[in-house]
């Protein structure tokens, strides 16, 4: 795949589809020094998308939604679905393990007093099938590396869904993505992914101050997520060797694409949502010093050089007894937005402009971005809107790809070149079934050549 086959213009396709919005709140932004009579806008309105972000979706027609992955992330999901909108049943759930299912089962009933018919229960790697054929909307939170036939499938069935980041793990899962976020959109689907920034207040109100043009010229930044080790899961007598990965995931790549991929991905994602650019090529390194199970990594560090020639640093580790940082900064021509602070300033270090909390507080019940996003994607729904998240998505978990394969081998790689290749990382557990796998694919990347 070529450059100029994902332009600038493609990456925010989705946006221009829609038209602008008015950010919800905007008028309750604190602002000095901002005169938009000399700005010079990124992007015009129209160009880009605002999300409104009431408390709560609109009314309208009761909905039916299924759940793919009843793991943390699914039930989570599900019950922000449910605190996002009223008229919401769920009426069928899939999992590849009967107990992670029961588990959802009983909290819906528990909890919401919602019951899920045990026909519509469904248990092994084919019942996303069964679940998406009975439902008008679904929730994706299985393992990635699933995600983009699970999405195809939906697609193909008329389905909304909810796809959970990062939407692939390797180019064959981003073109397979790729291709199915064109199909959504022809056929006036609504799609939103687990890149909750998109719908996190003050993120949204800063990205659109920055396409005002407040911070200038996009000239670099710098993205973070340095944290402790994630969870792991020993193996236990009797797990096969697909049990015990997946019980696992999140510390093998051919599940979860190494956590550059699986959790770093909305640091990078946001930089590129607010540059409205892509990355060409990347330089990196990492290694493995802590983690226990699986073969990935636990640090990544990689050098993004983007289609006008600018830099960005994305910078990710996962061990324990480490300084943390989970942010973005992006720098410009006439001065820089700090994701921690919430603040603009201008080059001299004076505060152009400030999210307001209290104020925000005082428009607004639900600040939740896991709740938002359900509520911007089922009002999409209920107001016959089509809308696609899924190509930004995949476009920013294909740059954590190349950053990951730039450290893997030790070479510089190309966006030509990842978006070419021909990587499968699901043909590496073979026939899809809860029995061997060979483990002997399974290790640890080293880079470069021996002495």
């Given at each position: 795949m070529a450059?100029?086959?994902?332009?600038?213009?493609?990456?925010?396709?989705?946006?221009?589809?829609?038209g602008a919005g008015t950010i919800a709140g905007a008028s309750l932004l604190a602002s000095c020094?901002?005169?938009k009579d000399k700005l010079t806008p990124l992007r015009q309105p129209g160009e880009y998308y605002i999300p409104e972000l009431p408390d709560k979706a609109i009314e309208g027609r009761e909905l039916k939604v299924g759940l793919v992955g009843c793991g943390g992330r699914g039930s989570g999901a599900v019950e922000n679905l449910l605190e996002a909108a009223d008229g919401i049943t769920v009426v069928a759930l899939g999992?590849?393990?009967?107990?992670?299912?029961n588990g959802v089962k009983n909290m819906?009933?528990?909890?919401?007093?919602?019951?899920?018919a045990d026909e519509n229960c469904f248990v092994g790697f084919e019942a996303y099938k069964e679940v998406i054929d009975r439902v008008d909307m679904v929730i994706l939170t299985t393992p990635p590396v699933f995600r983009p036939y699970q999405f195809q499938y939906a697609v193909e069935k008329g389905v909304h869904c909810f796809l959970e980041k990062p939407v692939a793990v390797d180019p064959k899962g981003f073109r397979t993505v790729i291709a199915a976020a064109k199909q959504a959109v022809a056929k006036g689907l609504c799609v939103v992914t687990g890149t909750q920034r998109h719908h996190q207040r003050p993120y949204v109100a800063a990205f659109e101050k920055i396409q005002q043009g407040l911070i200038g010229e996009i000239t670099g930044g710098n993205v973070y997520w340095n944290q402790g080790m994630l969870w792991y899961r020993q193996r236990q007598e009797g797990w096969t060797d697909m049990e015990w990965t997946i019980r696992d995931w999140v510390n093998w790549k051919w599940?979860?694409?190494?956590?550059?991929?699986?959790?770093?991905?909305?640091?990078?994602?946001?930089?590129?949502?607010?540059?409205?650019?892509?990355p060409v090529k990347a330089t990196a390194f990492g290694s493995r010093q802590r983690r226990i199970t699986g073969d990935q990594y636990d640090n990544f560090s990689v050098d993004f050089e983007f289609e006008n020639g600018i830099h960005m640093h994305s910078m990710c580790r996962q061990i324990d007894g480490c300084s943390t940082k989970v942010s973005e900064f992006v720098q410009g021509t006439k001065g820089s937005w700090n994701s921690e602070t919430h603040e603009i300033k201008d080059l001299q270090g004076n505060v152009l402009w400030k999210w307001d909390?209290?104020?925000?507080?005082?428009?607004?019940?639900?600040?939740?971005p896991y709740v938002?996003?359900?509520?911007?994607?089922?009002?999409?729904?209920?107001?016959?809107?089509?809308?696609?998240?899924s190509e930004a998505t995949a476009i920013s978990t294909l740059a954590g790809v190349m950053g990951r394969e730039a450290a893997y081998t030790g070479n510089t790689v190309t966006w030509d070149e990842v978006s070419a290749s021909e990587q499968d990382y699901l043909a590496m557990a073979g026939e899809l079934k809860l029995g061997p796998l060979p483990m002997d694919q399974f290790t640890v990347p080293v880079p470069g050549k021996a002495q």
């Amino acid at each position: 795949m070529a450059n100029k086959d994902i332009s600038r213009r493609d990456f925010f396709s989705y946006s221009a589809m829609l038209g602008a919005g008015t950010i919800a709140g905007a008028s309750l932004l604190a602002s000095c020094g901002d005169k938009k009579d000399k700005l010079t806008p990124l992007r015009q309105p129209g160009e880009y998308y605002i999300p409104e972000l009431p408390d709560k979706a609109i009314e309208g027609r009761e909905l039916k939604v299924g759940l793919v992955g009843c793991g943390g992330r699914g039930s989570g999901a599900v019950e922000n679905l449910l605190e996002a909108a009223d008229g919401i049943t769920v009426v069928a759930l899939g999992d590849v393990f009967e107990d992670r299912l029961n588990g959802v089962k009983n909290m819906l009933k528990d909890k919401y007093n919602q019951v899920v018919a045990d026909e519509n229960c469904f248990v092994g790697f084919e019942a996303y099938k069964e679940v998406i054929d009975r439902v008008d909307m679904v929730i994706l939170t299985t393992p990635p590396v699933f995600r983009p036939y699970q999405f195809q499938y939906a697609v193909e069935k008329g389905v909304h869904c909810f796809l959970e980041k990062p939407v692939a793990v390797d180019p064959k899962g981003f073109r397979t993505v790729i291709a199915a976020a064109k199909q959504a959109v022809a056929k006036g689907l609504c799609v939103v992914t687990g890149t909750q920034r998109h719908h996190q207040r003050p993120y949204v109100a800063a990205f659109e101050k920055i396409q005002q043009g407040l911070i200038g010229e996009i000239t670099g930044g710098n993205v973070y997520w340095n944290q402790g080790m994630l969870w792991y899961r020993q193996r236990q007598e009797g797990w096969t060797d697909m049990e015990w990965t997946i019980r696992d995931w999140v510390n093998w790549k051919w599940l979860s694409g190494d956590h550059i991929i699986e959790q770093h991905v909305h640091n990078i994602d946001v930089f590129l949502w607010m540059s409205g650019l892509k990355p060409v090529k990347a330089t990196a390194f990492g290694s493995r010093q802590r983690r226990i199970t699986g073969d990935q990594y636990d640090n990544f560090s990689v050098d993004f050089e983007f289609e006008n020639g600018i830099h960005m640093h994305s910078m990710c580790r996962q061990i324990d007894g480490c300084s943390t940082k989970v942010s973005e900064f992006v720098q410009g021509t006439k001065g820089s937005w700090n994701s921690e602070t919430h603040e603009i300033k201008d080059l001299q270090g004076n505060v152009l402009w400030k999210w307001d909390q209290e104020a925000a507080d005082a428009e607004f019940k639900q600040h939740n971005p896991y709740v938002l996003e359900h509520v911007d994607w089922v009002n999409h729904i209920r107001k016959g809107e089509a809308h696609d998240e899924s190509e930004a998505t995949a476009i920013s978990t294909l740059a954590g790809v190349m950053g990951r394969e730039a450290a893997y081998t030790g070479n510089t790689v190309t966006w030509d070149e990842v978006s070419a290749s021909e990587q499968d990382y699901l043909a590496m557990a073979g026939e899809l079934k809860l029995g061997p796998l060979p483990m002997d694919q399974f290790t640890v990347p080293v880079p470069g050549k021996a002495q």
